[in-house]
């Protein structure tokens, strides 16, 4: 697991500027220049950044630059479905776990992620408050017989960001005590040793 890579600049919401995965992040990554925002809108986010007020004005120079930007954020909506009423979509229904969005440092010309999102968000979003995000999978399990597969890879590489935000420690023996949920995680990394 890539454990050496960390953000060039860390914007924390306020909201959430105590809880545990936050300060394990900043203890993870001692002298990166720390931002706090009240809001997590993406336009104080880019406000918040320097990197990304100073990178260059093409879109690619500011998706290569947010790929070094962090922005810790609550909860908020971090399970939902993923429906896609285009009918030429062969997976098209699924439950998302958005721990992470444009979640990913890698460079790879031919991930989607590049460019999903990436013009309005160029940066890394992490999401934390990981009592509040088991409370939604709970709901969303208790709400069907079925089993329900959790996607955390449809917008972000499931583990390359686990050795600061230790989410795949927190939520693979949580998904592994419950009856009918399942954590579906997609990585590029060469040596996912997280457990």
Known sequence: MNNNWIPREIIVNEKIQDDPVTLRILMQCPGVPLTYVKKGLNTDILGASAILRNANGSMLDKILAGKSVMYVAPAGSAVDAFDMPDTRMMCPHFDRLKLASNGCFYQCDWCYLKLTYR?????????????????QLQKRINGTEVPVLFNSGELADSLALDHLTGAGREFIPWFGATDNGYLFMLTKEPDPDIL
């Open 119 to 135: 013009a309005a968000f160029p940066f890394i979003t992490v999401r934390v408050q990981y009592d509040r995000i088991k409370e």
